[in-house]
């Protein structure tokens, strides 16, 4: 059994079939997969995430992108 979480409401989902898909950069592989709230989806399998996975913390740079610059300026 093949573990992921659910693309929509993050909860655990088993990878119910694989298959590759043409594209128009080539063949891609996706996967079909359903969580335990019964959503469905298919996707490709390089956006599948491992239940438990960690989430890296985000650099400086990115934390002040997101809160913009510093209020204190010497």
Known sequence: MD???CPECDAPAEVLDRAVLPSTDGPVEHARVR?????VFTLPVERLARPGAAVAAPSAGDRHAV???SATHG
């Open 35 to 39: 969580c335990v709230a019964r959503h």
């Open 67 to 69: 809160n913009g610059p």
């Open 3 to 5: 573990l992921t979480s």
